[in-house]
């Protein structure tokens, strides 16, 4: 396999986290590494650091140890102004507990990511252009009906939608979803299982953490992670 | 984009917002009433003594005075820079009524009521002859006697608006006039006797200056008369000061430093004459100069209170600092997403610091025109409190101020309000930046070991 088939490969993780006087090494030496539109769940217990190694991968968070490249490209050698860009352009996050702000409509939610990187010249030239495609995305995840409604006034299920459309909206060659059913009852789960695999199949890369290994199955390949390492 | 539109939203969902709001509404309120009537006191005070002075006087405080100013007086006028000149007789001296033997101490001041008028505003504080000074030393019932004019405030008690019951015509009223005349030695005139310059003057009209001190204490003679009661006509006639007004245009300061040098110049020309050594005891100051001990105190009072305005400032730093880290300790969420769709570090500042602006901006003008719409109502407010309660900010019967001076000096409204919006800014740092800090896993609280 060439590397160029790699969109993103994180080698030898190593993190560590104080916990008072204590250190815990949450990832040992864990090695990633995810092909273009692949739908990769990585699985593990709670606490076997699935969720550090997310956060790595979408650099909200630095190893001790090992390197990740994107494309190619090592982010650590990338400085602040580039991570951000990383993060606003190429990764797309979806959370399990959604985090929508409160104070934006489902629309205004959607348009955030767009809507950071464009000064207020910016964004008045492209704000028709990304308004169209947040509708797009909102018609794809089903809640168009809902695009002027604020957070609190949707089900768990249509959050976690507007969650994904957000994470969508600058077309991300990335999507990372952290346990993205884990807030909803089984048959909301699964509609979102079936968005994600829909999105998928159009070619969205993604990787999903989770801890439930039927979840997990639905993606096309499996990493797990026991102990910091994967097995 | 985005950050105004955040920074909007947490102003009308956060109800903590709106104390932070108040507090600079508030304190922009009290700033703009409290300096708006304390500058219009101040900036009241300096013109009265402007207009009791003019702009510039060449005069000394020895009661001697000091002679050859009539080619001063000359020369001055053949400037292009100066309008008028009046010379000025000050002194002491006690007054009687008649048939009354006790005497009270006054400042005497010997002018010509018309020239004196060409160069302050000495006619407009005249109550019967402001329209023709030059009679305003006629006594209305009997016009070839001498008249006086007496400051308002030794005759009449202001009632409780600050104003005075005049009668139709002056009082009938002759006042013994007595002063110690002085040689050009500074001796006593007449030393050895018993005998002292007195004089009746009959009164012939009240002034009003408006300065408490002045209107209680001093009685203007004709100036001739003066020169002789001071035993200053002879045998070289001198005076005690020399009062100027500059034509329109002319920059005070300047004007005055000009003067200076021509006095420095005559000075030196006289040198050598009899009594040419009271001329070094003159000295040429502008109107400031001249009033300084009295708008000292003032002045001061002034600095005082725009020192306890930046301690008020300080105090809505601190306010707004404190609403600002609760804001930010309720939007650590908030944040961590923001970074987690690509905000920077610069971003989330910006967002913090512009809702802070955002307050200081509503705050300020909220507070700007609250304090406008007071001071324009806060004559009759305090009418109606009197009214009601018999409340006054100033006792008018005590102290020289009539309307509570209420007309605000729009760039001092502006600059109350940019501090306003600086100290918002400047409460908001700290929070702001420790936001920015603020790492997303720590803040979305995503990090399950």
């Known amino acids: ?231 | 984009m985005y950050k105004f539109k955040l920074a909007f939203r947490y102003l009308y969902r956060r109800k903590i917002s709106y104390l932070a709001l108040i507090a600079v509404a508030l304190c922009v309120f009290s700033v703009v009433v409290v300096m708006t009537v304390m500058n219009g006191l101040v900036s009241n005070f300096k013109e009265k003594n402007h207009n009791y002075t003019g702009d510039c006087v060449v005069g000394t405080n020895s009661l001697v005075g000091f002679p050859y100013y009539e080619d001063f007086s000359k020369e001055l006028l053949s400037t292009d820079f100066i309008k008028a000149v009046s010379p000025v007789i000050k002194s002491y001296c006690l007054i009687s009524t008649e048939g009354s033997s006790r005497g009270t101490g006054l400042e005497m001041m010997g002018v010509d009521a018309a020239a004196f008028s060409r160069v302050t505003d000495f006619n407009r504080g005249l109550h019967y002859h402001k329209n023709d000074p030059s009679k305003a030393f006629k006594p209305a019932d009997e016009p070839n006697l001498p008249g006086c004019i007496v400051g308002v405030d030794l005759w009449y008690q202001r009632d409780s608006r600050g104003k005075y019951d005049y009668d139709i015509q002056p009082p009938s009223a002759a006042l013994s006039v007595t002063c110690f005349p002085l040689t050009a030695k500074g001796a006593l005139a007449k030393a050895g006797t018993d005998l002292v310059n007195t004089k009746t003057f009959y009164l012939s009209d009240f002034s009003q200056t408006g300065l408490a001190r002045v209107d209680g204490s001093t009685i203007y003679v004709p100036f001739d008369e003066a020169q002789t009661l001071c035993g200053m006509i002879e045998p070289i006639p001198r005076i005690s000061a020399l009062h100027i007004k500059f034509k329109p245009g002319t920059n005070i300061e300047e004007g005055s430093r000009k003067v200076g040098a021509m006095w420095s110049k005559y000075f030196q020309q006289q040198n050598g004459k009899p009594n040419a050594e009271l001329l070094a005891q003159v000295n040429v100051n502008s109107w400031k100069e001249y009033r300084r001990e009295v708008m000292a105190g003032m002045e001061k009072e002034q600095i005082m209170l725009i020192i306890m305005f930046g301690l008020v400032g300080l105090t809505t730093v601190f306010v707004v600092g404190v609403v600002f880290y609760m804001i930010v300790s309720h939007k650590t969420k908030d944040i961590g997403i923001l970074k987690s769709i690509g905000a920077s570090f610069g971003d989330v500042v910006g967002l913090f610091l512009g809702f802070a602006g955002i307050i200081g901006l509503i705050g300020s003008s909220i507070g700007i025109l609250a304090g406008l719409v007071f001071l324009k109502n806060i004559n009759n407010i305090e009418d109606w409190l009197y009214e009601k309660f018999g409340f006054q900010l100033w006792d008018r019967t005590i102290y020289a101020i009539g309307l509570i001076p209420h007309r605000p000096d729009y760039t001092i409204l502006m600059i109350i309000g940019c501090c306003a919006i600086l100290a918002c800014l400047a409460g908001a740092i700290l929070p702001s930046i420790s936001a920015a800090k603020a790492r997303p896993t720590d803040t979305l609280q995503v990090s399950q070991l």
């Open chain 1, 1 to 231: 396999m060439s590397e160029g088939e790699f969109i993103i490969q994180a080698k030898g993780i190593h993190k560590t986290y104080k916990l008072g006087a204590a250190q815990v090494q949450v990832l040992k030496g864990a090695d990633v590494s995810v092909k273009r539109k692949e739908f990769v769940a990585i699985v593990g217990a709670s606490g076997s650091g699935k969720s550090t190694l997310l956060h790595i991968l979408g650099a909200l968070d630095r190893p001790n140890k090992g390197t990740v490249q994107f494309e190619g490209k090592d982010l650590n050698t990338m400085g602040g102004s580039e991570l951000n860009k990383y993060r606003n352009k190429m990764i797309g996050f979806v959370f399990q507990f959604y985090h929508l702000l409160d104070e934006l409509n489902v629309m205004e939610n959607v348009l955030l990511p767009a809507m950071i990187p464009a000064g207020i010249a910016g964004w008045i030239t492209k704000k028709a252009k990304a308004k169209n495609r947040a509708l797009d995305l909102l018609k794809a995840v089903g809640l168009k009906d809902r695009a002027l409604h604020k957070p609190y006034q949707l089900s768990g299920g249509e959050r976690q939608r507007a969650a994904i459309a957000r994470a969508l909206m600058n077309e991300p060659k990335l999507l990372l979803a952290d346990e993205p059913t884990g807030n909803l009852d089984s048959a909301t789960g699964n509609g979102i299982l079936e968005l994600l695999e829909r999105f998928n199949r159009d070619g969205q890369t993604i990787v999903m953490v989770t801890h439930d290994e039927r979840v997990a199955r639905r993606a096309g390949r499996t990493i797990t992670l026991i102990d910091g390492k994967v097995s």
